[in-house]
């Protein structure tokens, strides 16, 4: 059973950062893609970044391109999203989720796990 689980989230202004962080528990955290998604309220969710199941390839929405940093640990089972120079448009709340594969993918359908969520509010 996959259990993903996210902290991090807050209030802050705009201009700010804030670091994300998704914890996994299972044993395949460690071979699968992982990847980070946002719902504002009213919109529908968003792809944020992906990453591969070793870290070597990410991608990113262009709308956070530059300023969010995905990274995984996979020794200690933690994903994480380094969010800098924040935005209003950034507040939502922000999911992690686990892929069925190994490839970074921009694709919901491919997420087979998904947390709770942390909230995301920017201030201006």
């Known amino acids: 059973q996959v259990q993903l689980v996210e902290s991090g989230g807050g209030l802050v202004q705009a201009g700010g950062s804030l670091r994300l962080s998704c914890a996994a528990s299972?044993?395949?955290?460690?071979?699968?893609?992982m990847g980070w998604f946002r719902q504002a309220p009213g919109k529908e969710r968003e792809f944020v970044a992906s990453?591969?199941?070793?870290?070597?390839?990410?991608f990113y929405a262009d709308s956070v391109k530059g300023r969010f940093t995905i990274s995984r640990d996979n020794a200690k089972n933690t994903l994480s999203l380094q969010m800098d120079s924040l935005k209003p448009e950034d507040t939502a709340v922000y999911t992690c989720?686990?892929?069925?594969?190994?490839?970074?993918?921009?694709?919901?359908?491919?997420?087979?796990?998904w947390g709770q969520g942390t909230q995301v509010t920017v201030s201006a």
């Open positions: 989720a686990q892929s069925q594969g190994m490839s970074p993918t921009r694709n919901y359908n491919q997420y087979f796990y």
């Open positions: 299972g044993r395949t955290f460690s071979t699968s893609a």
């Open positions: 990453i591969s199941w070793r870290g070597g390839t990410t």
